[in-house]
C-alpha cells in the first residue's frame, strides 16, 4: 500500500515530449484520479506507474524505494483496462483466477496439452476455488462464473476486469477509464461500486477519467492535466473552490466557470451564485438557452460579449429565450485570475466588486 511521488517525471516519444517536469506526492491509500481532455498525457502517466511504459526522466517511488526499473508483476499493481481485456474462451472463474495461474507460470506450461492440464488442475484447486468464489461475491458475479465474456452486459464485463485486478491482492489498484464504454446508467451505478470497493480494500487507486463528474465523485484527490503538464493538484473541493487557474475553473464544474473580464482581470464565479430574474438591479444581460432538469434549472445567458456565461438555479424556472434579463452574482468564494496568464490571483481589486 505504497506512498507514491513524481519526481520530475517526463515521457518523450521521439522529439515529442507527452510528460514534463511531473511533480507529486500521493500518501497512502488515496484514491487519485489523474484528469484531463483527451491527449493529455493521463493514460500514458498511468502506464508509467504499471511499468508498461518507460519513464525518460525523472524518478518514481513507492515507499521511497525507486520503482523506474522494475518490471510490472515485481511492482506489485493490478491494471485494468478501459477495453476490459478478457479473454473470449474461458469462462469468468478462468478469467479472474488468471492472475493466480500466471503467478505459478513455468516456462514448460506452453506446450498445448501440458497448458490445458496445468489450468484445469489449478482451477481445482480449493485455495484458489476459495479466493475466486470470495471476489466473484464482492462484485456479485456468483452467478455467472461459469459464463463466457461473450454472453455478459457491459456492466458485468467490467465487474470481471475488476475482480480479475482484486484477486491478486495487489498494492496499488490502476484504473484507465474503466467506464467509458458503459451508458449512463451503467456508468452511476459502476461509480458507485468502484467507490465501495475502495473503501472495503482500503489501498492505493489510480484512476484515469476525462469526465469530471468522475473525479469529483470518486476521488480523494485530484492532479488535473493539460498538455502533459499538472494545472493543479488537490481534493475535489480545493479544486472545485480555489482553481489554480482558469483552464482548471473551465474545466471542473458543470457548468463550467462563470469568466467575467473586469478592469484587466477575469472574476470567476461558479453557476450556482449567479441569480436570474426580471427585477430591476444587477446586470443586464439575455437569455439563450434554458435545461430544465428536474430539481434545479440551468439558463444560458449573454451579457455585453457573445460569450456564454451560466446561472444553476433551483426549482423550474421559465425564461423565454432571447429575453431581457436582469444577472445578480454572489460574490462570496469568487475567484479571480490574470487576464494575460490565466493563474489564479491572490485577492481580487475593490473595483471587481459590485
Not at 489450468?119 to 480449493?126: G, V
Not at 480555489?242 to 472574476?267: K, Q, Y
Not at 444581460?285 to 456565461?309: C, K, M, P, W
Request: with cysteine.
Amino acid at each position: 500500500m505504497p506512498k507514491i511521488r513524481f519526481d520530475g517525471i517526463t515521457k518523450d516519444f521521439g522529439d515529442t515530449s507527452v510528460i514534463r517536469n511531473f511533480d507529486a506526492e500521493v500518501p497512502d491509500e488515496e484514491f487519485l484520479v489523474l484528469l484531463g481532455p483527451s491527449g493529455c498525457g493521463k493514460s500514458t502517466m498511468l502506464r508509467m506507474i504499471a511499468g508498461l511504459t518507460d519513464i525518460s526522466g525523472g524518478s518514481l517511488e513507492f515507499d521511497g524505494v525507486r520503482v523506474n526499473g522494475l518490471e510490472p508483476r515485481e511492482r506489485r499493481v493490478a491494471f485494468v483496462f478501459q477495453s476490459y481485456a478478457l479473454y473470449p474462451h474461458m469462462t469468468v472463474r478462468a478469467n479472474i483466477a488468471f492472475p493466480l495461474l500466471m503467478s505459478r507460470f513455468r516456462w514448460y506450461h506452453h506446450f498445448p496439452v501440458v497448458n490445458r492440464l496445468m489450468r484445469r488442475r489449478f482451477l481445482r484447486d480449493p485455495s484458489v476455488r476459495e479466493k475466486v468464489e470470495e471476489v466473484a461475491a464482492m462484485m456479485e458475479l456468483t452467478g455467472q462464473l461459469d459464463r463466457r465474456p461473450k454472453t455478459l452486459s457491459g456492466g458485468q464485463r467490467q465487474r470481471v476486469a475488476v475482480a480479475r485486478a482484486l484477486v491478486r491482492e495487489p498494492s496499488l489498484y490502476l484504473l484507465d477509464e474503466p467506464l467509458s464504454n458503459l451508458d449512463a446508467k451503467l456508468r452511476t451505478q459502476m461509480r458507485a461500486e468502484i467507490s465501495a470497493l475502495y473503501q472495503r480494500v482500503r489501498k492505493s487507486f489510480v484512476y484515469v477519467t476525462h469526465d469530471q463528474v468522475e473525479a469529483m465523485t470518486m476521488g480523494t484527490r485530484i492532479i488535473v492535466m493539460n498538455e502533459g503538464v499538472i494545472q493543479q493538484y488537490g481534493t475535489p473541493k480545493e479544486i472545485y473552490d480555489r482553481p489554480a487557474n482558469t483552464f482548471v475553473a473551465r474545466f471542473i464544474g458543470s457548468p463550467p466557470m462563470n469568466l467575467l473580464p473586469r478592469d484587466g482581470g477575469l472574476l470567476g464565479v461558479r453557476a450556482e451564485k449567479v441569480t436570474i430574474s426580471a427585477e430591476p438591479g444587477g446586470l443586464r444581460g439575455q437569455v439563450v438557452v434554458v435545461e430544465h432538469l428536474g430539481a434545479e434549472t440551468v439558463i444560458a445567458f449573454t451579457l455585453d460579449s457573445r460569450e456564454l456565461h451560466y446561472a444553476r438555479m433551483p426549482g423550474d424556472v421559465t425564461f423565454p429565450p432571447g429575453s431581457e434579463c436582469r444577472v445578480d452574482l454572489d460574490l462570496s468564494g469568487a475567484s479571480w485570475f490574470d487576464a494575460e496568464t490565466g493563474e489564479r490571483q491572490a485577492s481580487s481589486p475593490a473595483s471587481a466588486r459590485q
